[in-house]
């Protein structure tokens, strides 16, 4: 574990640990996407910003993953 987080940072990790921990189907439901809607990261962090997709750089957009921004 790393030892030299902020609070605020070990606090999000710890919540997102719980997060992972309690969804079992995980894996299933993400049919080996590496982002989906309602993912543990938008349960702690909140929705992506627009144009931006969290863990990916900058190249991918939401419309490109999940199509039309109508859906989202």
């Known amino acids: 574990m790393v030892d030299h987080l902020d609070e605020e940072s070990s606090n999000v990790a710890d919540m997102m640990k719980e997060k992972m921990s309690n969804d079992e ?5 993400s049919n080996g996407s590496v ?6 990261y938008s349960q702690v962090l909140g929705n992506e910003k627009s144009g931006y997709v969290r863990g990916l750089g900058l190249g ?3 419309s490109l993953l999940w199509g039309s921004k109508s859906f989202l």
């Open 60 to 62: 991918p957009t939401l």
């Open 35 to 40: 982002a989906r809607k309602g993912d543990v």
């Open 25 to 29: 189907t995980q894996e299933e439901q």
